[in-house]
């Protein structure tokens, strides 16, 4: 007789077994998630529930799982079920309708388009010590080539602004913009930053310098929000070409991009372009010093397995840059957004 009591899992071994199990099927929620948006689940139900033969004859699922598909998303509180009516969620028509301002179906498409094929080669990026992208993503000229197909660029700002939306309205709350009449968001995409700054703070002209090729897309997105005559766009390069004199300039999710050279290199123009008195916010996701926050320190990796020298930094090598440039360091904080940011905010001298 088999004695099993030499194999009882101890007190808790279970719950600790499932859990790495848990973390080993991460992707299976990813996977459900991201392919729902590209097949338009949500967009589809933001008319109403719909019976789930109706929902996979519209979208063209004929999976023999197709409702088991749909009881997943149930599962995991983006759909919401009525017998055999499926209808989006509150968490799913906020975010995951393709109209909606605070849209993440940018943000759930890129990943699923690149950065999930680039994770796949993780081991191989440790063991070779380089980017695993399928685009590519290398050398000064990356971003012009990659931005070249209009679309692909829009997917990428799409993506972007999914994040900085909720950015912007942390640094329109946080400074204190009395005396203020400018604001430049270096490396600022299409304008959402800014155009979300200027709504916020109406008193306020906003200039966006940014590579040429993305002025359509900056013109589409100013003519939908309405401030197309508050905000300028710059097309240039921002280590070439001039950054417009003003009172608060930032810079979010920008220096990670950039070996610590050029990082430093950037602000230094920056502090150029500001009037005396001016601020620089810089936002980013940054490790702390204690290197426990576990998702700054995914997103590094996520940065390095896209671009070779892109990464997180950590807030002390922030505040030294700006240091460097001759900023004063007036505070560092992370924040509540998305992607749990820090800002770190220097002045520059009033004469």
């Not at 973390?23 to 948006?37: E, H």
Request: aromatic share 8%; net charge negative; proline share 3%.
């Amino acid at each position: 007789m088999t004695d099993v009591s030499a194999h009882t899992t101890t007190d808790g071994a279970v719950a600790r077994a499932r859990a790495v199990v848990r973390l080993n099927t991460a992707y299976f929620r990813a996977k459900v998630l991201q392919s729902a948006v590209e097949l338009g689940v949500f967009d589809l139900l933001d008319g109403g529930p719909q019976p789930a033969a109706d929902i996979c004859a519209k979208l063209g699922i004929r999976h023999r799982l197709a409702v088991d598909y749909l009881d997943a998303l149930t599962g995991l509180g983006l759909l919401e079920r009525d017998g055999d009516r499926y209808g989006n969620s509150a968490t799913a028509a906020e975010f995951l309708v393709s109209d909606r301002p605070a849209y993440l179906g940018g943000t759930a498409r890129q990943h699923a388009k690149l950065h999930y094929h680039a994770w796949g080669k993780l081991a191989d990026a440790m063991r070779e010590g380089r980017a695993q992208s399928a685009v590519a993503a290398q050398g000064a000229k990356a971003y012009v080539n990659y931005y070249e197909d209009l679309e692909q660029a829009r997917r990428v700002m799409t993506h972007m602004d999914a994040h900085n939306g909720f950015t912007a309205d942390e640094i329109a709350r946080q400074l204190d913009w009395r005396g203020y009449t400018t604001v430049t968001d270096v490396g600022g995409a299409r304008g959402n930053v800014a155009a979300r700054i200027v709504q916020a703070v109406p008193h306020l002209r906003g200039h966006v310098v940014d590579l040429p090729a993305l002025r359509p897309l900056f013109d589409e997105l100013m003519a939908q929000l309405g401030t197309a005559g508050q905000v300028q766009f710059h097309g240039g390069d921002f280590f070439a070409d001039p950054i417009p004199e003003s009172d608060v300039i930032v810079v979010g999710h920008v220096l990670a991009d950039w070996p610590q050279p050029r990082r430093v290199e950037l602000l230094r123009r920056c502090h150029a372009a500001l009037r005396p008195g001016g601020t620089v916010v810089v936002y980013d996701v940054m490790v702390d010093d204690d290197r426990d926050d576990v998702e700054a320190l995914l997103q590094r990796l996520n940065s390095a397995m896209i671009r070779d020298d892109m990464g997180a930094y950590r807030v002390t090598e922030c505040a030294g840059y700006l240091r460097e440039v001759g900023f004063t360091v007036e505070k560092a904080y992370r924040t509540d957004t998305i992607t749990r940011d820090h800002f770190v905010i220097g002045r520059k001298a009033a004469s």
